[in-house]
Structures are given as C-alpha cells and as structure tokens.
C-alpha cells in the first residue's frame, strides 16, 4: 500500500510560535494534500499541491503556508499559530489514474497551541 | 455551506444488522464520490468509490449513485464490532484536483 508519513506525531507549541509540519510520500504521486480534523467539521482542506513548486489554496487557508519543495516533500508551515489552529493534521498524497482514483492518508499529527 | 451533507451524523446498529448513510453534494459539477472509513486515533482509508449511476458491491459493503440528485449511499450488511467507526464521504469534480468531505456519520455497532 502506498505510504505516506509524518513528522512530528505530535506537538505542543505556544500563542504566536512557529510550527513546521512535515509530511513525505514515497509513492511517486503527483498530488499531495494538507488537512485539518475538527470534531464537527470533518476534514477541511487547507493546501494542496500537484507538483514540486507548485501550491494550490484550499478552503481554510488563512494562517498557513505550505510549499512543496519536491516530488516527495510538503510542509505546512504555521508561522504565528494561534489556539484556533490546535487540530489533528492529516497529509495525503493521490493516485489517478486510469479507473483508479485513490487518497491515501498519513498517520496525522497532533498540534496543540497553548 | 458545507458542500457535501452526510446523515444521520450518527447510528447505532446491532450486530449482524444493516447500517445505512447519506451523503448528498450541493455542487451540480460533482460526478465522484468516495466512501472512508476511520477508525478511532486512526487515519481515514477509503473503502470505496463510484463515479457511476447505479450500485457497486465489495463484499458487506455496498454503494449507490444516484447522479440525478447528487446523492449516494453506503450499506454495510451484517454489521461487526470492527465496522465501528466513522465513514466520511467525499466528492468531486471530473478532473477535479481536491477531494471535498463531508463531516461523517459515526457508526457504533453493538453486541
């Protein structure tokens, strides 16, 4: 199965810190997704990604950053983190292909703000 | 607005019965749709998709499409404790790049 990791699992920063989220994907797949997870909300988009360089805003972009340095590689950088941003990050990378369109998940990381 | 409802947000079902979900998009360009699953402290993982009218089967589970109204449907016959869970449901567009979910339906299935 594809896979897909992240780093750190979890992280404990305070109001106004400077947080990096890391997510690798050893697929060879083009797209690359950041999420949030909030009881409530379900999965929010916030970046996404089709390529190295490239960067796409999703639906809840306000106080991120991400950049895609390369194929592998996309970071999501929060660079005054608030309480509001206390979540559970979720990257994913996709496949599409013929007949085949698949999100495969990392594990999730933990942010906490204080 | 959420762009893709889920319902019930929640049910119970006892063990060895039919679990039944909703998932409907308010967006006409929509014609994809995934079912996930994610386990409690767990990632999602799809279970299944459809992009055409009618019904998909894998094993217990099973899918609708119905592309006229936007809305399809999940059934899990002969529930198992394991199928405890919460399913997310998500769409796009054709050559869509971003996958829109719902906020879930959490299924609890009792011995």
């Known amino acids: 199965e594809a896979a897909v990791t992240q780093s750190p699992r979890n992280k404990v920063t305070v109001t106004g810190g400077n947080v990096t989220l890391s997510c690798r994907q050893t697929n060879s797949h083009n797209y690359m997704y950041w999420y949030r997870q909030d009881t409530g909300h379900g999965l929010r988009l916030i970046h996404y990604?089709?390529?190295?360089?490239?960067?796409q805003i999703g639906d809840v972009p306000d106080g991120y950053k991400a950049t895609r340095t390369t194929q592998e590689d996309f970071f999501l950088l929060l660079e005054l983190a608030s309480p509001s941003q206390t979540s559970l990050y979720f990257c994913?990378?996709?496949?599409?292909?013929?007949?085949?369109?698949?999100?495969?998940f990392g594990p999730g990381t933990r942010l906490l703000v204080l | 607005q959420q762009k893709v409802q889920q319902s019930p947000e929640s049910l119970i079902v006892p063990e060895g019965g039919m679990a039944s979900l909703n998932c409907t998009s308010s967006?006409?360009?929509?014609?994809y749709f995934w079912w996930y699953r994610q386990h409690s402290g767990k990632s999602p993982k799809m279970l299944m998709?459809?992009?055409?009218?009618g019904e998909k089967e894998e094993g217990r589970f099973t899918v609708h499409l119905n592309k006229a109204s936007l809305h399809t449907s999940l059934h899990i016959r002969d529930s198992q404790p394991s199928d405890s869970a919460l399913y997310l449901c998500a769409a796009s567009s054709q050559g869509g790049r971003a996958l829109i979910f719902g906020t879930g339906t959490t299924v609890s299935v009792s011995p």
């Open positions: 994913a990378s996709r496949y599409w292909g013929v007949n085949q369109d698949t999100q495969y």
């Open positions: 967006d006409r360009n929509v014609d």
């Open positions: 990604s089709y390529g190295a360089g490239n960067l």
């Open positions: 998709s459809i992009f055409s009218n």
